[in-house]
């Protein structure tokens, strides 16, 4: 399962507006769509849906809040922010997050 993306973890927007922003999976929707959030621009009401190709995979799974989202029970927008702050502060620094580049990624920067 470590190739696939499971709800609570962490990502990085690749493309789009909201490039460079860390999100939460809060839901994936299908084969290639997933619901984001980040408790700022994206609240937990009104997730974001995003392709999985326009995401670089963390390995940072935030069980407390993936534990909530499987049970029903009610996530505030401030614990998913306070959560992503905090690995935001990290990733900044110590690059914590999976950023591998894949052939498709440089096609797609190849044509531009």
């Known amino acids: 399962m470590s190739k696939q993306i499971e709800i609570g973890q962490i990502v990085r927007s690749?493309?789009?507006?909201?490039?460079?922003?860390?999100?939460?999976?809060?839901?994936?929707?299908?084969?290639?769509?997933?619901?984001?959030?980040?408790?700022?621009l994206r609240k937990i009401a009104s997730p974001k849906k995003k392709k999985i190709k326009?995401?670089?995979?963390?390995?940072?799974?935030?069980?407390?809040?993936?534990?909530?989202?499987?049970?029903?029970?009610?996530?505030?927008?401030?614990?998913?922010r306070k959560a992503l702050s905090a690995y935001q502060q990290d990733g900044q620094h110590h690059s914590k997050w999976d950023d591998t580049e894949t052939k498709e990624d440089t096609l797609c920067r190849k044509r531009m």
């Not at 084969?31 to 959030?37: I, K, M, Q, R």
């Not at 326009?54 to 614990?79: F, M, P, W």
């Open 54 to 80: 326009h995401l670089a995979k963390t390995n940072k799974v935030l069980y407390h809040i993936k534990d909530r989202l499987l049970s029903g029970q009610k996530v505030q927008n401030a614990e998913i």
């Open 14 to 40: 690749k493309a789009g507006r909201d490039k460079g922003r860390f999100m939460i999976v809060v839901g994936i929707l299908d084969g290639d769509h997933v619901a984001l959030c980040d408790g700022d």
